[in-house]
């Protein structure tokens, strides 16, 4: 009996053809609108920008509607599987991408980019190293044949570690890299782009499933929001754009050096995860979601936050956003390579 092959939705296999376009939208506005679209940019608080984090919230929000922690029991069964991707992702990943970054910004680029600005790109790579995929990996786990269960507790795992680990690691990390950090901008995003949507999502997953039922939640009313975080993603994409537009049109080759480390990255992460997987003796469906995880990045956080900390303008925030332009066409190439290589 042959297993029915699976397929990855048009929406999300496109996703790279969705953020070039709006990234071209972006600075064609940037360019023709020019100083008269400055005044989104300083709608703030707390130095975080209104439309903004409606929109990331928008992004999130989905995404916390799935996790169960009721799951989280299950671990017991089989641990290997969730101490190799929190080794991964807590111990290993943030610091390869500082040193990659690191390497790339301040020597290999340094005939095109200022010390200063190496800083930012550089803080731009750390929140996106410090942050494990939390929503587009169960997309993975589910074109590499991966257990959905297994998935899910490992993402479980990552959301409330990330409620306790992501602003000490980053903080480290910008630390040595001689960026200034403003702790209370930094605590007021988890708050607003983690906290917030996790406990909003568990409200309405309990009070939907209690009153509904788990079969109507994840088969009626989950569909409905999926485009939901993707849209209000491209839309963020837009503004970013509009604003780094001069900045692009005058550096075209930025998009291509930015990505160059990234993608070096991801491979390398992928890989230390899966042979580490292998070490292990870990089932297939179990190894290949460890990869992914550890690959692919939470990058609606990472661009929340860069923004919070650097503004919409930034560097830092460019190098989030080009993080989410190279992620999909990776990702898809793992993808590949996991199922070439199934045991």
Same mark, same amino acid.
């Given at each position: 009996?042959? /297993?029915?092959?699976?397929?990855?939705?048009?929406?999300?296999? !496109?996703?790279?053809?969705?953020?070039?376009?709006?990234?071209?939208?972006?600075?064609?506005?940037?360019?023709?609108?020019?100083?008269?679209?400055?005044?989104?940019?300083? =709608?703030?608080?707390?130095?975080?920008?209104?439309?903004?984090?409606? =929109?990331?919230? =928008?992004?999130?929000?989905?995404?916390?509607?799935?996790? $169960? +922690?009721?799951?989280?029991?299950? @671990?017991?069964?089989?641990?290997?599987?969730?101490?190799?991707?929190?080794?991964?992702?807590? %111990?290993? #990943?943030?610091?390869?991408?500082?040193?990659?970054?690191?390497?790339?910004?301040?020597?290999?680029?340094?005939?095109?980019?200022?010390?200063?600005?190496?800083?930012? !790109?550089?803080?731009?790579?750390?929140?996106? &190293?410090?942050?494990?995929?939390?929503?587009?990996?169960?997309?993975? /786990?589910?074109?590499?044949?991966? $257990?959905?269960?297994?998935?899910?507790?490992?993402?479980?795992?990552? $959301?409330?570690?990330?409620?306790?680990? +992501? *602003?000490?690691?980053?903080?480290?990390?910008?630390?040595?890299?001689?960026?200034?950090?403003?702790?209370?901008?930094?605590?007021?995003?988890?708050?607003?782009?983690?906290? @917030?949507?996790?406990?909003? &999502?568990?409200?309405?997953?309990?009070?939907?499933?209690? #009153?509904?039922?788990? $079969?109507?939640? #994840?088969?009626?009313? =989950?569909?409905?929001? #999926?485009?939901?975080? *993707?849209?209000?993603?491209?839309?963020? %994409?837009?503004?970013?754009?509009?604003?780094?537009?001069?900045?692009?049109?005058?550096?075209? %080759?930025?998009?291509?050096?930015?990505? *160059?480390?990234?993608?070096?990255?991801? !491979?390398?992460?992928?890989?230390?995860?899966?042979?580490?997987?292998?070490?292990?003796?870990?089932?297939?469906?179990?190894? /290949?979601?460890?990869?992914?995880?550890?690959? /692919?990045?939470?990058?609606?956080?990472?661009?929340?936050?860069?923004?919070?900390?650097?503004?919409?303008?930034?560097?830092?925030?460019?190098?989030?956003?080009?993080?989410?332009?190279?992620?999909?066409?990776?990702?898809?190439?793992?993808?590949?390579?996991?199922?070439?290589?199934?045991?």
């Amino acid at each position: 009996m042959t /297993s029915k092959k699976k397929h990855i939705g048009v929406f999300e296999k !496109y996703l790279t053809l969705w953020v070039a376009l709006c990234i071209a939208g972006g600075i064609t506005i940037g360019h023709f609108a020019g100083s008269s679209i400055e005044f989104l940019s300083k =709608l703030e608080i707390f130095k975080v920008n209104i439309p903004v984090a409606i =929109l990331i919230w =928008l992004m999130i929000y989905p995404m916390m509607l799935q996790v $169960d +922690f009721s799951s989280l029991k299950n @671990v017991r069964k089989s641990p290997k599987g969730l101490i190799l991707t929190l080794i991964v992702n807590w %111990l290993i #990943k943030p610091f390869t991408m500082a040193f990659f970054a690191w390497i790339f910004f301040t020597k290999i680029y340094a005939a095109f980019i200022s010390p200063e600005q190496a800083g930012e !790109y550089i803080a731009g790579a750390i929140l996106l &190293g410090a942050a494990p995929c939390t929503a587009m990996v169960f997309v993975w /786990s589910y074109l590499t044949n991966g $257990d959905p269960n297994y998935t899910l507790v490992q993402v479980s795992i990552n $959301d409330l570690i990330i409620l306790v680990a +992501f *602003i000490p690691i980053v903080g480290l990390l910008l630390g040595i890299t001689n960026i200034s950090i403003p702790y209370d901008t930094l605590v007021a995003s988890i708050i607003v782009f983690v906290v @917030v949507p996790l406990m909003a &999502g568990y409200i309405t997953h309990k009070i939907l499933v209690n #009153k509904k039922g788990e $079969d109507w939640f #994840k088969n009626i009313f =989950l569909p409905k929001f #999926k485009p939901v975080s *993707i849209i209000a993603l491209l839309i963020t %994409l837009v503004l970013l754009f509009a604003f780094q537009g001069n900045t692009i049109i005058n550096k075209p %080759l930025i998009i291509l050096l930015v990505a *160059i480390p990234l993608v070096i990255q991801t !491979y390398f992460i992928f890989f230390i995860t899966w042979f580490g997987g292998r070490k292990l003796k870990l089932p297939h469906a179990i190894c /290949s979601p460890a990869a992914m995880i550890g690959a /692919s990045n939470f990058f609606e956080l990472a661009v929340a936050v860069a923004i919070a900390l650097f503004g919409l303008q930034s560097p830092a925030a460019m190098v989030t956003v080009v993080g989410v332009l190279v992620e999909v066409p990776v990702m898809l190439s793992l993808v590949a390579l996991a199922n070439k290589w199934k045991y």
